[in-house]
């Protein structure tokens, strides 16, 4: 019904920044909420941000919290993850999730991009 598609990862040295986007493409009016979480190998999936269409709020991470910014083009169905001060603990596949509900948990979301590498180099 939803499909994502992120892009934007790669290689960084700590200090550095990235922008990462999420493009839906399918019946995206029907989901009010788009987040992002990443996952290292051997880890349980970790909440990033979140944003809500309807009141245009936003959430954060602990973790993230003053680093890294999600914002969102409503027009171009498309989300986009700022990440500044970048950390090598911020390696991680990012996934782009959307769903009905905002919140910090996974299971709650519904659609599930692939995923997109980001490695911070120390």
């Known amino acids: 019904q939803v499909q994502l598609v992120e892009s934007g990862g790669g290689l960084v040295q700590a200090g550095g920044s990235l922008r990462l986007s999420c493009a839906a493409s399918?019946?995206?009016?029907?989901?009010?909420?788009m987040g992002w979480f990443r996952q290292t190998i051997g880890k349980e999936s970790e909440f990033v941000a979140a944003i809500q269409w309807s009141s245009g709020n936003t959430y954060y991470g602990d973790s993230v919290k003053g680093r890294f910014t999600i914002s969102g083009d409503y027009a171009k169905n498309t989300m986009y993850l700022q990440m500044n001060s970048l950390k090598p603990e911020d390696t991680a596949v990012y996934l782009c999730?959307?769903?009905?509900?905002?919140?910090?948990?996974?299971?709650?979301?519904?659609?599930w991009g692939q995923g997109t590498q980001v490695t911070v180099s120390s």
């Open positions: 999730a959307s769903g009905f509900v905002v919140s910090d948990t996974p299971t709650t979301y519904i659609d």
């Open positions: 399918g019946r995206t009016f029907s989901r009010d909420a």
